[in-house]
């Protein structure tokens, strides 16, 4: 699934799956014929399902990012992880905000919950949610740093916990690029150029990710609204191997 080696993935387009239900899921991914996909899992669709979804997805041959963003005291993150690693999923996250510890507990768990000659899932951490404006974080979360500080700090905690990389949107990805090219950054906020932001406060195009040394991109509403999907997602494929032309 990785790219061993360097920041980069081998599906560099992770689409999210934000449906409110299976049965919109299967439609969904029968628009791409034989195509082998990375998407995304979130708490909507998981909380609504649960563990069969990821089953039934990883049945059709593709790979699976678990984002449920566990964020609890470490022994029960820990738990928590060891269930996950047991559906087979290939990548999941945690709140960097939860703490070394928490972090640590997250990978341990996950360790103990994989199968002999399988591999972990990747673990990365969300550092600030891309819907959430610097001037959130100060008044309301008390963070008295600038946004890049603080997303910085995450990124170096995490990688201190030995996770393999973080969620960070694309603006502060060059500085993170600092902690190495096997770090992985994951950002989300894609948008095309003319496509409405909505509750995203800090955007960007699939050219902009990858410029700024992203190693894999979610990509949810410009694809899942398409009105044809499957061309969506390779033109914004397209745009993304381009730069690494």
């Known amino acids: ?10 599906y560099p387009v992770i689409i999210a799956l934000d449906f409110p239900s299976g049965a919109e899921v299967f439609h969904f991914l029968r ?14 669709l998981f909380y609504r399902e649960g563990p069969a979804i990821v089953q039934q997805i990883k049945g059709m041959g593709h790979s699976i990012f ?13 738990r928590a992880m060891k269930g996950i690693a047991r559906l087979g999923v290939d990548l999941v996250t945690v709140h960097a905000a939860g703490g070394t510890e928490m972090m640590k507990a997250a990978l341990a768990g996950l360790d103990q919950g994989t ?42 905690l995490a990688k201190q916990s030995g996770l393999d990389g973080v969620i960070s949107s694309v603006h502060e990805a060059p500085i993170i690029r600092h902690l190495g090219e096997e770090f992985l950054i994951i950002t989300p906020g894609i948008r095309l150029e003319n496509d409405d932001v909505r509750d995203q406060k800090r955007v960007a195009t699939p050219k902009q990710a990858r410029q700024s040394g992203a190693s894999a991109i979610v990509v949810g509403r410009s694809i899942t609204e398409s009105h044809d999907p499957y061309e969506t997602y390779l033109k914004i494929k397209q745009q993304w191997e381009l730069i690494g032309v």
């Not at 628009?31 to 909507?44: A, I, N, R, T």
Request: glycine residues 8%.
């Open 115 to 156: 199968g002999a000659g399988q591999k972990r899932p990747k673990c990365v951490a969300v550092t600030q949610l891309t819907s959430t404006s610097e001037w959130q974080m100060q008044k309301e979360q008390l963070v008295l740093s600038t946004l890049e500080q603080s997303v910085y700090h995450y990124a170096k």
């Open 31 to 44: 628009k791409f014929p034989d195509e082998p996909l990375f998407v995304k899992v979130g708490m909507e």
């Open 66 to 78: 678990l984002d449920l963003k566990l964020h609890d005291i470490p022994n029960t993150v820990g």
């Open 1 to 10: 699934m990785f790219v061993e080696g360097v920041g980069n993935m081998e």
